[in-house]
């Protein structure tokens, strides 16, 4: 009889002689590899798609089939070609940031200008920008230098990965895989997460090319296999994607005990650990003369930014602060309740969603409303900042939705909203600011220092966190400096396709309005609604032409993909 142990063993073993294949596979092989992949992934997409909106249960004619498209295929596919550029430059002896803009940051800081990059991103995501910047005291020099990761010497192996894998965005999984293998150079030992499950056949052909090469395995099971697996004398580091409930229970273990374990810091898993493990995000709104248009689409982005993947995402904005002295405040709270009625409806797939929703309403009581066309999602008013707030300390992983008010006009109630951010919510993976574009330049400095003082791991400006998770180039992950008895949204960056060292955040704009109004508010962008968004009409065409472009470029692809993202 097959046992989880002899099934480990037998991958353990594979991933051991792989390694020394890895450790012998040159650059360009390795960029092969990823365009393999990238091929092989193109090719299974539409089967990748309709996997997915079975176990999410999202009928054919979906429009949010669009963010399986986006959130599934088009990030590995973007991923791939992102990877197999940087090594290019390797093998050519040059630094993947070559051709990429590098400029001071503030604080000693430098930034690499990651989005646009191609005049395809310039049109197809006119307006949108990103950045990543270093920790204090690296200069451009010391980016161009370190930029590679393990990919600098690819004879020099670290071990077997076991990896984690998420069961809410599906690209998570191959992602953190490719982390492993091309900037940690570490073979990889992939386990599913169950929601995944039914994408087992889906992975396997996508990562065929690696699977056969002997680098990656992929294992399905429960929490024992997961156990079992973090804890193989031939795993030699863990990467996990969860909650930090998760993480502290295989870390330190359950119980008392483990509470014990976890105040002492004594870890039961005595191995190197990265992780990303989400937390609680805010959306900052900061007040402006805005136009019933202007809030209408603003409060249709923080639906988004909650309802996307119907809030089980680690970086779905859970609570939206807002200025209490805004005279515009009851316009556009009115606006975000319908557009939480207006989102089309979904199934909670995700274990636990309906019982966290009910604990939130019981908690709130009062406070909490059902909205939405069936009644199913919540929004919470009145929170305060003082501490005691569950919104502001627990991920739901649902869709719940608190409001937080703070007073003040722009500057100062930005300065007061900045230091909540930082103090009274759990977690730094992501936070997003929605601000006029005529009162960011009336803030001037203000508004720079702000976004500097945010200690998070991406900082969204006019855009939702979740295009950094979509731009390849750019890192994502937690802010550093979390310990493994204090993890809060983890530890270690993925993605990252430059493959730069010593990343602190990652900074992401986009326009204010979408075209033609943004022309009129004087922002040079011809986007329309972002397909991502969940009121967008035509997202499930656009997402899948978007993908088919990204894993094929062509300019004649273009006018269809304008064509779906006006009508949106």
């Given at each position: 009889m097959?046992?989880?142990e002899s099934v480990l063993d037998a991958a353990v073993a594979d991933l051991q002689q792989g390694e020394r294949t890895w450790a012998a596979t040159s650059l360009a092989e390795r960029r092969a590899l990823l365009d393999e992949v990238r091929e092989a992934t193109a090719a299974v997409a539409r089967q990748w798609v309709d996997a997915a909106a079975g176990i999410k249960g999202l009928p054919a004619d979906s429009t949010l089939l669009g963010e399986e498209w986006l959130s599934g295929p088009y990030s590995v596919i973007t991923a791939c070609e992102a990877l197999a550029a940087s090594l290019q430059a390797l093998e050519e002896g040059r630094s993947p940031v070559d051709g990429f803009t590098i400029s001071a940051a503030p604080g000693g800081r430098s930034a690499v200008e990651v989005l646009p990059h191609s005049a395809f991103d310039q049109l197809l995501l006119s307006g949108f920008s990103a950045q990543v910047w270093t920790v204090p005291g690296v200069d451009a020099a010391t980016v161009r230098e370190?930029?590679?990761?393990?990919?600098l010497d690819p004879t020099i192996t670290h071990g077997i990965a076991g990896v984690l894998g998420a069961g809410n965005i599906f690209s998570i999984p191959p992602l953190d895989t490719l982390?492993?293998?091309y900037a940690d150079n570490r073979v990889v030992l992939l386990k599913l997460n169950p929601v995944t499950d039914p994408l087992l056949d889906t992975y396997r052909a996508a990562f065929a090319p690696l699977i056969d090469r002997g680098v990656v395995c992929i294992v399905t099971g429960g929490a024992d296999v997961g156990g079992a697996l973090v804890n193989h004398p031939?795993?030699?580091t863990v990467h996990m994607t969860g909650s930090a409930r998760t993480h502290d229970a295989i870390v330190f273990g359950t119980g008392d005990e483990?509470?014990?374990r976890k105040a002492e810091n004594r870890p039961l898993l005595d191995k190197a650990i990265t992780s990303?493990?989400?937390?609680?995000?805010?959306?900052?709104?900061?007040?402006?003369?805005?136009?019933?248009?202007?809030?209408?689409?603003?409060?249709?982005?923080l639906a988004t930014q909650r309802l996307h993947n119907n809030g089980y995402n680690c970086v779905a904005s859970q609570v939206a602060v807002i200025s209490a002295d805004w005279p515009q405040k009851e316009e556009f709270l009115r606006e975000l309740r319908e557009a939480f009625d207006r989102a089309p409806s979904r199934r909670d797939y995700y274990p636990g969603s309906a019982d966290r929703v009910a604990a939130a309403r019981a908690g709130y009581g009062e406070r909490a409303q059902a909205v939405g066309p069936d009644g199913a999602r919540t929004l919470v008013f009145g929170l305060r900042a003082d501490g005691t707030e569950e919104a502001m300390h627990t991920e739901y992983f649902a869709p719940v939705y608190g409001v937080l008010e703070l007073p003040g006009d722009a500057a100062s109630f930005l300065a007061t909203a900045v230091r909540a951010a930082n103090e009274d919510f759990e977690g730094t993976l992501g936070v997003n600011i929605v601000a006029d574009p005529a009162t960011i330049k009336a803030l001037g400095a203000a508004f720079d220092r702000a976004i500097a003082d945010l200690r998070y791991g991406t900082i969204a400006v006019n855009a939702w966190t979740g295009v950094g998770y979509l731009t390849a180039r750019a890192s994502w992950g937690a802010f550093p400096g979390h310990t493994i008895d204090d993890v809060q949204s983890g530890i270690g960056v993925v993605h990252n396709a430059l493959l730069l060292d010593d990343v602190e955040r990652t900074v992401v704009r986009g326009p204010f309005r979408p075209s033609p109004r943004s022309f009129a508010g004087g922002e040079l962008s011809m986007s329309p609604k972002p397909p991502w968004?969940?009121?967008?009409?035509?997202?499930?065409t656009t997402?899948?032409?978007l993908t088919e472009f990204a894993a094929k470029p062509s300019w004649l692809k273009l006018p269809g993909i304008f064509a779906s993202a006006l009508r949106g």
């Open positions: 097959t046992t989880t370190r930029a590679g990761l393990g990919e982390y492993q293998l031939g795993i030699t483990g509470a014990q990303e493990l989400g937390g609680v995000s805010p959306t900052i709104v900061v007040p402006g003369e805005w136009s019933a248009a202007d809030l209408r689409f603003q409060a249709e982005h968004f969940v009121t967008n009409r035509t997202g499930a997402g899948r032409r």
